[in-house]
Each structure stands twice: as C-alpha cells, then as structure tokens.
C-alpha cells in the first residue's frame, strides 16, 4: 500500500474507533506500529496523562522505545516531557551535540546508547489542554521530512480527539453534570456579588475582590463563600475589606 | 443518522481551526440553512443560558425563552423530542403567547427546537429559526437531528478539557449565561429583603409588566438605575 493509502486508512481506523468500548491502548499501540510503518522513524511511542494527573506511557513501537519512554519520565527529564509541559513540538536535530547532553544530561546518553540520533516529538493537544505527546525516535541525526512532521502532528490530532470523544463517551453523565455544577457556581458566584455590591455600595469588581479575599483567608472555595454570603449564613460585614 | 451527515457536520466543524461554543451555532446555521442558529444549556429546573447564538435574532428568541421559561427549546427539552413552529404567526395550536409575541417582533417566523443530549446526559436544546413561514425540508430535518447529536457531543468533549469545577473557557466564549441577571438578583434581594429565588421571581415579574427585556431591566438594576420596591 502506498504511504498515502497507509496514512488515510490510520486516520479512518482511528476515527471508527469513536465507540464507547474501544481500548485506548490498542488504538495507540497500533498507531504506534503504523508511525513506524509510513514516517521516516525508527521507533514511536505515546505518553498521556494518567486521570490523577501523572504522565504515563501508553503505547510503544518497541521494548527499547518503552525502556527509554520509561526513563525519561522517572529522570522528569527529556524532549517528549518537555513537549507535554509546553504542549509544543520538541525537534532534537542530533542528539550527540553538545547542547543536547546540556539540556537532558542523563536522557541522552541513555538514547544515544540505544542507538537513536535525532527525536521528534508533538504534542496531543486539543485548545489549551495537551493530553500527552506522541513521540517520535530516529536513528539518523538531521531533520524529519516536513512531510512527515505535518503528518505526524495530524495523526496526534486525530488520536487526541478520539481519546477526549471516548472519554466523553462513557462520561457523558459525569461531563453534564460537572458542566451544570459548573454553571451554577457561577451562578452563584454572580448572586453573592450583587448581595456584597446592595449591601456596601461597591462596585461588582470590588464586590468579587471581597468575596475572593475572604475565601483566600479562610481558605474556603469561592463558591462556598458565595453560597454562604446569599444564604444568609455570613453577613456582608463579616467579610475582610 | 447517516454516517455521510455526520461526516458533513464534522468536516464543517474541522474547517477553521479551533473549535469552541460560538462556532457550533455557526456551523448548525449554516448546515440547516436557516436564517439563526442557537444552543441553550438547560438544567432539568430551567434554562440556563445561551451557548452561542449565530445572530441577533437567535439570540433574542434565546433570551426570550430563558426569561420567560417558554418556547421550542424549552418544550423540545422538557418533551425530549423536536418541537417544531413552521408559522409563528398563524400557528396550528396558539402556544407561547408572550414568546411568539416577542419572537414575531425580530422577524422570526418559524421557530423549530431540537434536544441535546449525548448518551444519558441531557444537556438542553439546539434552536432554529427562520425569517420565513415554512416547515423544515426532510433533509434539513435529518441534518438538524446530526448537529444536535454532533453538538452535544463536541460541548461534552470541551468541558472535558477543564480543570475539574471550571467552565471550560471554550465554552464561555460567545456564551450567555445571563450573569447580570443573578447580580441584579443578589441586589434585588437585599433591597426588599427576600430570598434570592423571589428577587428572581420580582425581576422577571417587573420585565413582564414593562415589556422590557430582563437582561435589560437587570442591567438597570445592577447599574442603580432602578430600584424595585415592594408592591
């Protein structure tokens, strides 16, 4: 098959898995093994971020590519870790210069002994949340084919939005209802700043400072402040100015 | 629904960058082919707010409905099925009196209410209008059933972008979630000393009674420029 034809059929395979049981791993294991397969690259791995928060690898093209994934994320240090945290493209050209040993002092030769030269990594990312990066290993020093750098970017894309569309999938409940306590905290929110503004005669800015300074120093959250101010259960005067 | 309109939607949706609230109604206006296009976020006591809306008209008829808690959206919701107005001035079965009224007022003529909802999450409603009489075409029908589908699905998928208790910033960006009219009611609630649920109730009473928009009296309200006493 052509490398065009291998590209399109990844992008519709990961599209059709847009069904409530598909298995995350699998789906990144093979488009890990597909990157491979039509990108100009030795070895692809993926890393996403764990529900708590933590970063994890997910899928791999190989051991050696898992080992080395693994590594950087127990040394917190590496291209595909700073690609996460900036949710921007990572392009080490040669990884036996300099300023790469500089920059990831025990990644490097760690990679370099298992026979990588250059890596490429972009980042999972939908709006202002990155979800993880796909990362990509060559054996050759020197730039990926810009080709081969947009094709890459897109199939993290796809892979992104069909892992939040999974996620929303078997959370649709849970997403509704954080959106709608979500709603109504600021609802509330907004209540409690006309209460503050009626009662002292400050503007709806200075009124929001009140009741944000008040939960600082109570160490409350907003919202409760603000349940508590349109309640009754706190009077306005209580709050710190 | 056909996988070939899902994937119109969805190539519609894909076509400038980022995704975010205000282009859903643009791409339903323009998928549908009427003249406005809005999403209402509702909750199962009442309606929340506006999404987007893709002109003034659709912004109005959703404005309509959050203040006076009637109309296609309000009913396509409660219902969980289409509720569709093809004459809004010559209607089959008169409904909606104060909505009709102010919907015919910006030159709605047909009005059609579509539910969200995504799995067992039912998020609100996907509203059309149009500035002529006429019913929906069977296609427009199936297309408007796809964006409501793909719709609730894509809100789902940005609020699952949000740090956990936040409104996902890609959803506040055209949004109306009438945050002045809540101010006026913490005002109002004082001024009469009631609880805010009846500072709601005055307010809406008050628009009613003056044929004012309640954004419009709450601003007034929240910029001291009206004060409502007790009666």
């Known amino acids: 098959m052509s490398r065009e034809g291998s590209l399109v059929r990844t992008f519709v395979e990961l599209a059709d898995n847009l069904v409530a049981d598909f298995d995350v791993v699998e789906v990144l294991t093979v488009l890990a093994h597909r990157c491979v397969e039509v990108l100009d690259v030795a070895d692809a791995g993926l890393m996403l971020q764990s529900p708590r928060g933590d970063l994890r690898v997910v899928a791999s093209s190989s051991e050696t590519m898992r080992l080395l994934e693994l590594f950087e994320l127990q040394a917190d240090e590496g291209p595909c870790v700073d690609c996460y945290r900036s949710g921007r493209a990572v392009a080490v050209l040669n990884l036996e210069l300099e300023a790469a040993a500089d920059r990831w002092p025990r990644f490097v030769p760690k990679a370099v002994d298992a026979g990588v030269r250059s890596v490429h990594a972009v980042p999972m990312r939908l709006r202002d949340q990155t979800i993880g990066a796909l990362n990509l290993f060559r054996d050759d020093e020197g730039p990926m084919p810009d080709d081969d750098v947009v094709a890459a970017q897109a199939l993290a894309d796809v892979a992104t939005i069909a892992i939040l569309q999974h996620r929303a999938a078997i959370n649709a409940q849970l997403l509704y209802d954080q959106l709608t306590e979500a709603l109504n905290s600021r609802v509330v929110i907004e209540q409690a700043k006309g209460v503050v503004a009626a009662r002292t005669g400050v503007d709806m800015e200075e009124a929001f400072g009140r009741l944000r300074r008040h939960a600082r120093a109570q160490r409350a959250r907003l919202v409760d402040v603000a349940h508590a101010v349109v309640t009754n259960a706190i009077t306005v005067d209580a709050l710190e100015s | ?231």
Request: with cysteine; aromatic share 4%.
């Open chain 2, 1 to 231: 629904m056909s996988n070939e309109r899902r994937a119109r939607v969805l190539a519609e949706l894909a076509k400038q960058g980022d995704l975010d609230g205000s282009r859903l109604c643009d791409v339903a206006g323009a998928v549908v082919g009427v003249t406005g296009a809005g999403i209402m976020i509702m909750s199962s006591d009442s309606p929340l707010g506006s999404l987007c809306s893709s002109n003034a008209m659709s912004g109005v008829i959703e404005d309509l409905q959050y203040a006076l808690g009637e109309g296609p959206c309000v009913d396509a919701y409660g219902l969980d099925r289409p509720v569709l107005e093809p004459d809004l001035a010559n209607p089959a079965t008169p409904r909606w009196l104060a909505f009709s009224r102010g919907a015919l007022e910006v030159g709605a003529r047909a009005v059609f209410g579509f539910p969200l909802r995504f799995g067992a999450a039912r998020l609100g409603a996907l509203n059309l209008c149009s500035d002529r009489a006429g019913a929906l075409s069977d296609d427009q029908y199936a297309d408007a059933l796809t964006v409501a589908d793909v719709a609730a699905e894509a809100v789902l998928v940005l609020q699952a972008g949000a740090p956990p208790g936040q409104l996902a910033t890609a959803l506040e960006t055209d949004a109306n979630f009438q945050y002045v009219v809540h101010q006026a009611a913490g005002m109002v609630s004082v001024h009469l000393s009631v609880s805010i649920a009846e500072a709601l109730v005055r307010l809406r009473a008050h628009a009613f009674a003056t044929g004012r928009p309640l954004t419009d009296v709450a601003a007034d309200v929240v910029a001291l420029k009206l004060r409502l006493a007790h009666d």
